[in-house]
């Protein structure tokens, strides 16, 4: 009790006052998931793999597959860095959200274009965190534009160190869209 008293009894004191050091959301600079730097660095690290790379189109009911060069790996893979996704231009035309699944375990930060005009639209990038460095497993982006008279949608995924889909619907008009999915293995697992 004698305890309580003293310390009630100290409450008329003046205390020093606190600077408030938070800053509010518009004062912090954002800082997004480097999204076309990752890309980016698979693509080198596949340079320096002595790996086959097996490109499979599907269209329709119909697939083909074949084994193609880097040069032709590196342009396909270049779908995946829009300039949309740069630095800047990313973290001021995008809105983020985040959350942990606790069934996977992998955290999902998903970006909203904010710009109706933005040809891309959505990005999802899965990452597995650990203590040690967390780890992206996959990247998932969805564009929408139009060229000339016909409506392009395109859904793509990156998986880390794996392989790659495109999946495109071109439609013309009130016809129903065509689609070709383009898959890019390197992972000899994925085959």
Do not use: H
Request: proline share 5%.
């Amino acid at each position: 009790m004698a305890v309580l008293v003293s310390a009630c009894g100290e409450g008329g004191q003046q205390q020093p006052a606190v600077k408030d050091t938070t800053t509010s959301a518009t004062d912090t600079p954002k800082t997004y998931l480097p999204v076309t730097d990752y890309i980016r660095g698979e693509i080198r690290s596949l340079d320096s793999l002595p790996v086959g790379i097996l490109k499979r189109v599907t269209n329709g009911k119909r697939s083909d597959s074949v084994f193609i060069q880097p040069a032709e790996f590196r342009q396909l893979a270049s779908q995946f860095l829009s300039p949309e996704l740069e630095k800047g231009r990313f973290e001021q035309s995008f809105a983020e959200s985040s959350f942990f699944d606790q069934t996977t375990e992998l955290l999902t930060f998903t970006y909203q274009a904010t710009d109706p005009a933005s040809t891309v639209r959505r990005v999802d990038v899965l990452i597995s965190p650990s203590l040690q460095l967390d780890k992206v497993r996959s990247v998932y982006i969805e564009k929408a534009y139009t060229s000339g008279d016909t409506a392009v949608s395109s859904k793509m995924y990156w998986k880390a160190g794996a392989s790659f889909q495109i999946a495109t619907a071109k439609s013309v008009g009130q016809q129903l869209p065509a689609v070709q999915q383009v898959k890019v293995i390197w992972d000899p697992f994925s085959y």
